[in-house]
């Protein structure tokens, strides 16, 4: 599926690929094409000083040739900036012949480095399963952990999945959160898909448990090996979770302990809203475990989750 700027363009799902990416167009209303999303994300790369990255000089300027030159080195040696300029070179055939799979391969060696931009291409890639195959579920944790940093776009497309049930549990609630955050954030489309929803949600349903309603644990996602964006002396690190449809309005209770020989000591604590959470941890190697606890005002037992772990190198 293909997105621009939140827009829902799945009306083609089974229509024929693109070969090159469409050039980004400025949303006006809901648009019913479908150009590539993993293009349209590229274009924020222009926006982040330009002057601090020679690679990103280049780019803007068009000599594609040379952000080649001076990002491969970089990005091979760990750079995930470069890596995520080397996917956009891929991605859009400019310096290099089209390649999706190479595209996806450059775009995970950034996301893995906790770079925004490229967990939210990804998550795309992984969605529309180009460049690899497809996986709502994989998407979803990608958008979660973009999503996690505010970034507007993924808290878009992550709504879109709770409302669908691909790759997530279906949950209007959880949906409409995301929708609410992303159009918090600035992205107008967000708004119109949350009224949109709410006139959803007022239609008659079933109810899970109006008696004695049970609340359903969360479950978490994530790799046991953390991502360590950030710099000084911390990390942010993305935690996720899938969260399923309840019967009555939730949040959810975050916890996060170190794990050492003098035993677990908490260093976070957080309610959310939404199914996802920036944590800063200090920057040094560690273990840590963490779960999710469902509460609700109305209900007297809340719903942890199982533990989960991950650990910062």
């Not at 648009?31 to 790369?45: E, K, R």
């Not at 399923?244 to 309610?271: I, N, Y």
Request: neutral net charge.
């Amino acid at each position: 599926m293909w997105r621009l700027l939140g827009v829902d363009a799945r009306l083609r799902r089974a229509g024929p690929s693109l070969g090159r990416p469409a050039t980004l167009i400025t949303l006006l209303g809901v648009l019913t094409f479908d150009p590539a999303y993993a293009y349209a994300v590229s274009q924020d790369a222009t926006e982040e000083g330009v002057s601090s990255d020679p690679g990103q000089s280049a780019y803007a300027d068009g000599r594609f040739i040379d952000a080649l030159r001076i990002w491969r080195p970089r990005a091979e040696q760990g750079d995930a900036r470069a890596a995520f300029g080397l996917g956009l070179l891929y991605d859009l055939g400019e310096g290099v012949g089209q390649d999706a799979a190479a595209a996806y391969g450059w775009y995970r060696r950034a996301a893995e480095a906790g770079y925004v931009l490229a967990e939210f291409n990804i998550a795309v890639l992984c969605d529309s399963g180009t460049g690899t195959a497809r996986n709502p579920t994989e998407a979803a944790l990608w958008y979660a952990r973009a999503a996690a940093h505010g970034y507007a776009r993924a808290e878009y497309d992550l709504a879109q999945l709770y409302q669908s049930g691909e790759g997530v549990p279906r949950n209007l609630d959880m949906a409409a959160s995301w929708y609410a955050a992303a159009a918090g954030h600035g992205l107008p489309a967000a708004a119109l898909k949350l009224a949109s929803l709410r006139e959803e949600r007022r239609q008659p349903t079933v109810s899970l448990a109006a008696a004695n309603p049970t609340l359903a644990p969360a479950v978490p996602t994530g790799p046991p090996i953390a991502s360590a964006s950030g710099t000084g002396k911390s990390v942010q690190i993305e935690l996720s979770w899938a969260a399923p449809a309840q019967p009555v309005p939730v949040e959810f209770f975050v916890q996060v302990l170190a794990l050492d020989t003098d035993g677990a000591h908490r260093v976070f604590t957080s309610f959310s809203k939404q199914s996802a959470v920036l944590v800063s941890l200090p920057r040094v190697p560690a273990d840590y475990a963490w779960r999710i606890y469902t509460v609700a005002a109305s209900v007297p037992d809340y719903a942890p989750s199982a533990w989960s772990y991950f650990s910062t190198r």
